[in-house]
């Protein structure tokens, strides 16, 4: 069960939380920080892929190039081995979706970490906000979740 909640929360976190701020702006007196959300990233593609246009080139390229690249595969191999754990609950498929959801984990730790470092790098490396790292860790766990499903756990 914990195969199926931990990639559905890494989702969660990579969508709707927010994951970098940089510029301040004021609206109604208050002075507020522009964030950004997996959301803006990624926004395009999921409509695309929700209307059955399974593409991420053109109009429904994630932004940002390769960062927004990294936010969506994140996404979609967490919403892989969410659905393939499921069928994980059977007995029988059980060590297959262990595999998976491993796999989930490395590609969520590495497309955070690759968006993190990247967004250190640049002019604003202190906008990194507490999303990435939340999602980072939320990709720890879904690997030690698979690892520990290959044990038979």
């Not at 892929?49 to 927004?68: H, M, N, Q, R, Y």
Request: aromatic share 8%; hydrophobic share 50%.
């Amino acid at each position: 069960m914990i195969r199926i909640v931990l990639p559905l929360a890494v989702i969660v976190l990579l969508l709707f939380t927010p994951l970098f701020s940089a510029d301040t702006s004021e609206v109604g007196g208050i002075v507020k920080p522009n964030t950004v959300t997996g959301m803006d990233y990624v926004g395009d593609t999921l409509k695309c892929w929700t209307a059955g246009k399974f593409s991420i080139v053109g109009d429904c390229a994630p932004e940002a190039g390769k960062l927004g690249l990294a936010i969506f595969a994140a996404i979609f191999v967490s919403a892989v081995a969410a659905g393939i754990g499921v069928l994980g609950l059977f007995p029988i498929i059980g060590r297959l979706t262990s595999a998976i959801t491993t796999l989930a984990g490395v590609v969520v730790i590495a497309g955070v970490g690759f968006y993190i470092l990247s967004n250190l790098g640049g002019d604003h490396g202190g906008g990194v906000q507490w999303g990435s790292y939340l999602s980072g860790g939320g990709g720890l766990l879904t690997l030690i979740s698979g690892l520990s499903g290959m044990r038979g756990r």
